[in-house]
């Protein structure tokens, strides 16, 4: 099955931004919220290509591994996404 992939930043930080698979036949729902961000400074949704979302997701992994292994805590420096979600409508 093929999938599209989403980024969605909602408020702007850094650290606070999912990666979503999507399925070719709910890219509509999903256009939705795309659409919703159109035009808002901070927020922020687009799609990317499957590459991308795999390295964005494997380079916040990498990131949190590494703080971890310094024990610098993950709740007062949180990561962004570490896996690829499906979507689900809403």
């Known amino acids: 099955m093929r999938h599209k992939y989403l980024y969605v930043n909602p408020r702007g930080f850094r650290n606070e931004f999912k990666v979503y698979r999507v399925k070719l036949s709910q890219t509509d729902?999903?256009?939705?919220?795309?659409?919703?961000?159109?035009?808002?400074?901070?927020?922020?949704?687009?799609?990317?290509?499957?590459?991308?979302?795999e390295r964005i997701v494997a380079n916040e992994r990498r990131i949190a591994r590494e703080n971890a292994n310094r024990g610098i805590n993950s709740y007062t420096n949180p990561v962004g996404a570490t896996e690829i979600e499906d979507w689900e409508e809403s």
């Open 29 to 53: 729902a999903a256009r939705k919220m795309v659409s919703k961000y159109e035009g808002v400074t901070d927020g922020c949704a687009y799609w990317i290509a499957r590459k991308e979302a």
